[in-house]
């Protein structure tokens, strides 16, 4: 098929056409095989389709919806999928060399034996027409891979900062020299991966008998179990702080504290000063929080879900695919009258699940809402 001009928005009757063509190849019925290279496909709506084999090499697929597409042995190489949604997509033994990821959705995606290792594109220059080939490095920075399968993927060097992994399948994946800073890798198989020369900084880990043995020499991880202990020994004495109404313990205050990862589900924790906190990864569903103070915090991945958040402060916080399912944001009433109220001014929400949370009549008026839900 004819190649669009480069950066030319493909107008929709054009792709619907090559697609429903590409669909009888796919089956083997005729139809011709979609090839696109540098199209502005940004935006684009397309849930459910088949573009197995599809070639759509350096395409800008920003923003677009595609959840539950497949792409099984697709050329995807070198194209942005930057913000995109990937839920369910099946991209088995697709090449995504060079191709970039960041912040998209792909939750329980399938990734098994994709190659996401460095990409080139070959750029005619000047007069002459030197040609010269520029490198991409592939980036899943920020990604949610929740549940997503990866299993024998080539992830070798690719830059995946901030990504959640969390439960994510990474059976006998090469993550070999792979930038993982801050990354979840909560609940991560890893049996048979490879992290030689991964950068882990910061990452937030399951501690058990896996982990220890795939981990045991990395400072990251040792640092991440340290972190761990200590966080729980603080947590107890704020219960008993609370408990004894002050008489014995102390209250906690983890305040510009890194608590990634951390596992707090169902704890007491009201009144906590988690101001400047990163709280990425961390689990804090069904746990008591009223009154706790989030000012500036981190809330990446975080789950709140269920949380009794009264009378808390978000005040320019920060949420990436946080979940605050049936969670309480009402106002606390206050013991000697009056309330306090949930407080959200300058906080910023993207791709967060309010889904059943309670809130009182003002909502969440003052704060920045993206893409939730």
Same mark, same amino acid.
């Given at each position: ?35 696109? #290279? ?206 004894? #109404?002050?008489?014995?313990?102390? #209250? ?12 707090? #589900? ?108």
């Amino acid at each position: 098929m004819t190649t669009p001009a480069q950066n030319a928005a493909v107008p929709a009757s054009e792709y619907t056409q090559h697609i429903a063509r590409h669909a009888m190849f796919v089956r083997g019925k005729g139809g011709e095989r979609l090839e696109l #290279r540098l199209a502005n496909l940004s935006g684009l709506r397309l849930k459910s389709f088949d573009l197995s084999q599809a070639v759509l090499f350096a395409c800008n697929l920003s923003n677009a919806d595609l959840e539950n597409c497949a792409f099984r042995e697709a050329d995807l190489s070198n194209s942005l999928f930057i913000s995109a949604n990937l839920r369910n997509c099946d991209l088995t033994r697709a090449k995504l060399r060079g191709a970039r990821f960041y912040k998209s959705d792909l939750q329980d995606a399938m990734l098994d034996d994709t190659d996401l290792r460095v990409g080139a594109v070959a750029i005619k220059k000047g007069e002459a027409g030197e040609v010269i080939t520029r490198e991409y490095l592939s980036d899943m920075s920020f990604c949610n891979l929740e549940e997503a399968s990866l299993e024998g993927a080539l992830l070798k060097g690719v830059k995946m900062v901030g990504a959640n992994l969390r439960n994510a399948d990474l059976s006998n994946a090469d993550l070999s020299g792979a930038t993982l800073q801050g990354a979840v890798l909560l609940g991560a198989t890893l049996i048979g991966v490879k992290v030689e020369g991964t950068d882990l900084t910061g990452a937030a880990f399951t501690i058990n008998d896996q982990t220890r043995a795939i981990f045991q020499d990395h400072p990251a991880f040792q640092e991440h179990m340290k972190n761990q202990a200590e966080v729980e020994k603080i947590a107890m004495s704020h219960e008993d702080w609370v408990a004894s #109404r002050g008489q014995s313990g102390t #209250r906690a205050d983890f305040t510009g504290r890194s608590l990634k990862g951390i596992d707090l #589900r169902g704890r007491e924790l009201s009144a906590v000063s988690f101001k400047k906190a990163d709280l990425t990864g961390a689990k804090l569903s069904h746990a008591k929080l009223a009154a706790a103070d989030f000012t500036g915090a981190k809330l990446h991945y975080t789950d709140l879900a269920g949380a009794d958040l009264r009378g808390a402060n978000f005040t320019d916080a920060e949420a990436l695919h946080a979940t605050l399912e049936a969670a309480d944001l009402t106002s606390l009433k206050l013991a000697h009258g009056g309330k306090l109220p949930v407080r959200v001014q300058g906080a910023v929400f993207e791709l967060t699940n309010f889904g059943s949370a309670t809130l009182d009549d003002q909502g969440l008026v003052g704060a920045t809402l993206k893409k939730c839900t």
